[in-house]
């Protein structure tokens, strides 16, 4: 006996093949948070409790920037892209991320407009920002980007068409 699979017409069935998987060592962690706490020690001892508040103020100020690019830039996507972004506190992942697959070449696409309109952004708050708030944000910027770009470096020869999952200790590529 042959069972029949019936399908609506408008039923869509994605089949993806896993292609990389990088794992996230604990140690990589471990020197991301060490970093952080290097600028806050940086900040307390070149601008004593004003460092730490705007250690604070800037990491503040650099997600809402974040944030904002990301979704000025998502409106531009003819799919609603931003029900599969969502934020995220545990490191690696800090910030405005995907909670849910995303495709690589829109990933790529909105870090290279992060990365380069985040700068803009941090210049043009510079005529009314103080030397220590200037040196956080742009530190912020860097910290919250690096493992996104080290993640875009590392499939960099990658196929543009492909997915990608970001999990707390792994990272998955998916080809469709």
């Not at 060490?34 to 997600?63: K, R, S």
């Not at 920037?65 to 998502?74: G, P, Q, S, V």
């Not at 690096?146 to 990608?164: C, E, H, S």
């Not at 999990?167 to 998955?172: M, T």
Request: proline share 3%; aromatic share 14%; net charge positive.
């Amino acid at each position: 006996m042959q069972r029949e699979i019936k399908l609506n017409k408008e039923s869509t069935i994605y089949h993806y093949q896993l292609i990389r998987k990088l794992r996230i060592r604990t140690e990589m962690l471990v020197s991301y948070a060490v970093i952080a706490l290097l600028f806050a020690a940086f900040q307390y001892i070149f601008y004593n409790n004003d460092g730490l508040l705007t250690w604070i103020l800037g990491l503040v100020m650099i997600i809402v920037i974040h944030w904002a690019i990301l979704r000025l830039t998502m409106l531009r996507v003819d799919e609603p892209e931003d029900r599969r972004w969502g934020w995220r506190f545990k490191l690696p992942w800090s910030g405005y991320l995907p909670v849910q697959l995303v495709e690589h070449q829109l990933f790529r696409k909105l870090h290279r407009h992060l990365l380069w309109l985040g700068l803009c952004a941090v210049a043009v708050i510079y005529p009314w920002a103080s030397e220590s708030l200037m040196i956080s944000m742009i530190s912020w910027h860097a910290w919250l980007l690096a493992p996104r770009l080290i993640l875009l470096r590392q499939l960099r020869k990658a196929r543009r068409d492909g997915v990608l999952r970001l999990d707390e200790q792994e990272v998955l590529f998916y080809h469709r």
